[in-house]
């Protein structure tokens, strides 16, 4: 079983950043593949980011340049650092960790005004 928990959502003005954090439970997290996947108010959960173990990293295109997933294997924890945010990205944002299973957090609410 492996728990997610996200933070670092809020509110932020259009062309701001915000660093979201998702740390997670398991002894062989270094194993597994982390991503990162928005849902806009009325839309589908939609992909935004993945790493995989050995740190190989996938966009989407529309967050591509202006986000950066990376993750810390000692502290258990993947980030998604934005920047250049615009009042599209306004979603609620959800880890996601893959280890044979999909695991998903609860999400951190990411509000962009313009």
């Known amino acids: 079983q492996v728990q997610l928990v996200e933070s670092g959502g809020g509110l932020v003005q259009a062309g701001g950043s915000l660093r979201l954090s998702c740390a997670a439970s398991g002894r062989t997290f270094s194993s597994y593949v982390l991503g990162w996947f928005r849902q806009a108010p009325g839309k589908e959960r939609d992909f935004v980011e993945r790493?995989?173990?050995?740190?190989?990293?996938y966009y989407a295109d529309s967050v591509k340049v202006r986000c950066t997933i990376y993750r810390d294997n000692a502290k258990k924890t993947v980030y998604l650092q934005m920047n250049s945010l615009k009042p599209e990205d306004t979603a609620v944002y959800y880890c996601?960790?893959?280890?044979?299973?999909?695991?998903w957090g609860n999400g951190t609410l990411v509000t962009v005004s313009s």
């Open positions: 996601n960790a893959r280890y044979g299973l999909d695991y």
């Open positions: 790493i995989s173990w050995t740190g190989g990293t």
